[in-house]
């Protein structure tokens, strides 16, 4: 599959602070990868970066095949940049501030940006001056969204924006995606990571600490199954890929809960049930589980 960003190996320091050590990134034409990580683990200068706002101290990165530092102008050409805090012209209005974002890209888009304010709900005749943050993002994202950019970076794109906003966003991705769009997603919002991502990379002090698919991801991280019964048996904590068991009593019974591996996990659900077990639930790990579960060494 075509890679619309590769990079490897990316160092980045600002003075005695590492903000990128080694990092693996790649993003596939068409998908949707979710760019995870807490404050400070790097997300912003890895896309930074990739934007030719700043020049990588050692690794390699493309974008579209052309270097992000010395191709910048043709690489800006075939992308849309939303950041997590829009600044805009104070005296426009957010109309006219979309269409100065749009006619730098040298394009119209006026038939997709007029439906995008409507869907948004974005009044674009106030001054760009009284718009909360919410509103400010709503500017960047419609500039963004109505233009033909082959790739979004997206860092933070929701940031102020309420639930039925996110929603709408969300439809949007979408769409795009549909039309082979490529999208960057940075977001502290794992259900919206959950909801659109075709993969997952997860930041740790500057490096890829996994990246997968959410079915890869959770593989990885183990499935909790729970299971109610009289007498727990020792065959269930010896088995091989079971972790994390824990008993407390309920009803006059027991209730065992562990994590077991997708190998693991047949056996494990058939020892219970042959010892009797009722109300059995298998539950696969969800996002915050397994981004959690990545930043429990350092907790």
């Known amino acids: 599959m075509e890679l619309v960003v590769d990079a490897q190996g990316l160092v980045k320091r600002f003075g005695k602070v590492i903000a990128l050590d080694g990092l693996d990134l790649v993003v596939r034409r068409g998908e949707v990868l979710g760019f995870l ?8 200068t890895a896309i930074r970066g ?20 010395r191709d910048t102008i043709a690489i800006h050409e075939r992308l849309s940049y939303v950041p997590g805090d829009v600044s805009l012209w104070p005296g426009l209005t957010g109309g006219e501030c979309i269409d100065a974002l749009l006619a730098f890209r040298g394009g119209d888009g006026r038939a997709k940006r007029d439906d995008l304010i409507a869907r948004f709900d974005l009044d674009p005749t106030k001054r760009a001056r009284t718009y909360s943050k919410g509103n400010r ?27 039925l906003m996110e929603a709408q966003f969300r439809e949007c991705v979408r769409e795009a995606t549909g ?15 959950e ?23 959770r593989g990885q991280t183990g499935t909790t199954v729970q299971a109610t019964l009289d007498t727990i048996p020792a065959a269930a904590g010896e088995l091989a890929g079971v972790s994390a068991m824990d008993v407390h009593p309920t009803d006059g019974r027991q209730r065992f809960t562990a ?4 190998e693991a996990l047949p056996e494990l659900v058939r020892t219970l049930l042959d010892a009797g077990g009722t109300a059995l639930r298998v539950e696969p790990p969800s996002l915050d589980e397994v981004f959690l579960e990545h930043y429990e060494e350092d907790a």
Do not use: M, Y
């Not at 990580?37 to 912003?44: D, E, I, R, S, Y």
């Not at 994590?259 to 997708?262: F, K």
């Open 179 to 193: 039309e082979g769009r490529t999208v960057l997603l940075s977001s502290h919002i794992l259900g919206e990571v």
């Open 37 to 44: 990580g807490p404050n400070g683990a790097g997300k912003t």
């Open 137 to 163: 993002q709503k500017v960047a994202l419609i500039a963004a969204l109505a233009t033909d950019a082959e790739l979004l970076l997206l860092d933070e794109p929701t940031s102020g924006l309420d639930p």
């Open 259 to 262: 994590r077991a591996t997708a």
């Open 50 to 69: 990739l934007l030719g706002q700043l020049r990588f101290d050692k690794g390699t990165a493309t974008v579209f095949g052309g270097d992000p530092w």
């Open 195 to 217: 909801a659109l991502c075709d993969r997952v990379t997860i930041l740790r002090h500057g490096r890829a600490v996994a990246t997968g698919t959410l079915d890869d991801l």
